[in-house]
């Protein structure tokens, strides 16, 4: 399936904040989109159903329904359920249909999916995003992977994406983007413990004065309060995409202790989240402290508390 890019009929598998910012950003274009997330139908539905009717995105009851009616699929779910989607979506999917995998797993698990939307006559394309996405939206860094990237980087960077080719080999996108989360997730990990030991014993200036005159091209109390911030909205999805970061360590043939820490930590702050530690989900108040030690006092206040 080729044509014209913008009369495509897009479909997103997962309309979470990634989706949904992608929904936005190709609606603004006039471009078709449909959806499709499993929590449209629990009690987590209605922002998304709200969001949908917002931008004139049209929402589908099921991975069957949303594939058949699209030309072009974009999987952007946790990376535990890549291969899942790719199973359910290479059942129904349409001779030649473009798939997108945007999800943070290991190459073995891109390579998986790939077999079973490949043997199904899709197309299937890995994409491994390389920064946060909501700085940059439809243009966060992509790189393609897979016999088919070179032909739909055109495609996709004329709808807006900033796309390129790191290989037609499935597998290297991903492996980048793993090799890299090692260091950026294990790094949001390190920060909260760091710092949160540090506000116990009363040291966090001497601690922060010593990161800046070792690392003087970070502002650490800015990175701190962002870090603490993504980590609590986001750390249960992070902890999956670290558990696959492990993953890939291990098809490499080494044992991945410091990935299994950082998902061990992220998932223990993702608990601490939805106890309602930080607030409520959903409200302007989650987790929006500009000052990090607002976060780490709470997380130390839940450990004494249980001692």
Known sequence: ????????????????EVGRILAEDLRQQDIKVSAYDIKL????????????????????????????????????????QAVTVAKACAAVINQGTWFL????????????????????????????????VPPYRIKVPLLLGGPGAPELEPL????????????????VSSAVKMCRSIMIKGLEAMVI????TARAYGVE?????????????????????????????????????????AETVREAGLTPWSAQGTAERQAWVADLADEGLFGARGT???????????????????INRTK
């Open 205 to 245: 200036d001497a601690v922060l004065a010593s990161l800046a005159e070792t690392f003087p091209g970070i502002d650490w109390e800015k990175q701190g309060a962002y870090v603490f911030q993504r980590v609590i909205e986001h750390g249960r999805r992070r902890a999956e995409e670290v558990r696959e970061v």
């Open 41 to 80: 139908g629990d009690e987590q539905g209605a922002p998304l159903q709200e969001h949908a009717a917002k931008f004139g995105v049209t929402l589908a009851a099921s991975h069957a329904e949303l594939t058949a009616r699209s030309d072009f699929i974009i999987s952007a779910v946790t990376a535990s």
């Open 1 to 16: 399936m080729a044509g014209d890019p913008r009369h495509w009929q897009i479909g997103l598998v997962g309309y979470g």
């Open 156 to 171: 996709l960077n004329a709808i807006g994406f900033a796309a390129k080719v790191a290989s037609d080999k499935l597998g």
């Open 284 to 302: 302007r108040e989650f987790a929006r402290s500009a000052d990090w030690r607002t976060e780490a006092d709470r997380i130390l206040a839940k």
């Open 193 to 196: 413990e760091s710092f949160t």
């Open 101 to 132: 995998d945007f999800n943070s797993a290991s190459p073995g698990a891109k390579q998986r999916a790939a077999a079973l939307i490949d043997g199904a006559a899709g197309r299937y394309v890995e994409g491994a995003i390389m920064t946060s």
